[in-house]
């Protein structure tokens, strides 16, 4: 016991990033249970406000004045953006296994990330970079085909499903990645996460009050998914802030590219879905190619 307690006193930062990791790796199946619940729109709309007023409850209300004003309008922007293709190409999903397609094609962001940083950048790139962003790309074509094999016929069979979710999944990759490259530059440091949280669930709410969606119907086991998916989110990233602080970045950055792996598992335990061996294929080549990609770069750089 004391050896465990001196490791987690040294360590207390690189394990919270952890937490914050597979913290993370539920908001597949609580966006999509949330959206069975109660509506798409409406379930986005009341796990973000729970989100926010955790994270401002846990780490303060943030005071606008002290952030850039361009890493508020093209930050906060790019992220209630990022936040709303996400949730709804998730609640919009005609399925629960399509729901996972959707998942699968948002975390093409850090393969998207790395290209977008490469294409910017005037230094020499690891050529190996290139090759492993297709990986990445062709492991979500493997999870959108399935058994039937990758054909281009198969593919567009699959999306014209429903267009709609797969062009946000695939704008939530690409606005994502934007982020991370935009908000480095302009941020000066600061993180306005609990504030872009905010106004995340202020977006959805209009929204949602100019839709059809139905009005929400709360059971107390709704409500109790609905508390604990707002505080389970709201903690991951409150986590990673603190991990920032102090603890092991290459560890944790390695480590955060098997969240495609850790988000699939836990969607598919807690969503009851069966996955075929081919879509975990696909996760696999999604996770490898992004792994690849941060590696090389990180040793070029």
């Known amino acids: 016991m004391p050896f465990l307690y001196a490791f987690a006193s040294k360590n207390k930062y690189t394990l919270y990033g952890v937490f914050a990791i597979f913290l993370w790796s539920t908001i597949t199946a609580f966006i999509r249970d949330l959206s069975e619940l109660f509506s798409p729109i409406g379930g986005a709309a009341m796990m973000y406000t729970v989100s926010a007023i955790f994270l401002m409850t846990v780490m303060g209300i943030p005071k606008i004045k002290s952030y850039p004003k361009r890493y508020l309008m093209i930050g ?11 949730a709804l190409s ?3 999903a005609n399925s629960r296994h399509q729901a996972m397609e959707m998942a699968i094609i948002n975390y093409l962001w850090p393969a998207l990330t790395i290209l977008l940083s ?3 950048s005037a230094k020499k790139v690891n050529i190996l970079v290139y090759p492993s962003i297709l990986l990445a790309f062709t492991g979500v074509a493997w999870c959108i085909a399935g058994e039937q094999g990758i054909s281009l016929d198969i593919l567009l069979s699959n999306i014209s499903d429903n267009p709609l979710t797969y062009f946000m999944a695939f704008s939530a990759a690409i606005i994502w990645a934007i982020y991370c490259v935009v908000t480095q530059r302009i941020s000066n440091g600061k993180n306005a996460t609990t504030l872009f949280f ?3 669930a202020t977006a959805l709410w209009v929204q949602y009050f100019f839709s059809n969606e139905p ?10 998914t609905l ?11 409150a986590l990673w802030n603190q991990a920032m602080i102090g603890g092991d970045i290459i560890l944790l950055g390695t480590l955060s590219y098997f969240t495609p792996v850790f988000s699939t598992l836990f969607a598919s335990l807690y969503l009851s879905i069966s996955l075929t061996g081919s879509f ?9 190619g992004s792994l690849i990609c941060f590696l090389v770069t990180r040793r070029k750089n």
């Open 76 to 86: 906060g922007g790019l992220f209630v953006a990022y936040e709303i293709c996400l």
């Open 90 to 92: 998730l609640g919009m």
């Open 118 to 120: 490469v294409l910017i």
């Open 198 to 200: 905010s106004a995340t």
């Open 215 to 224: 009005s929400l119907d709360f059971t107390l086991s709704s409500t109790l």
């Open 227 to 237: 508390l604990l998916a707002g505080i389970v989110i709201g903690a991951g990233y």
């Open 280 to 288: 975990w294929q696909g996760v696999a080549l999604v996770t490898l």
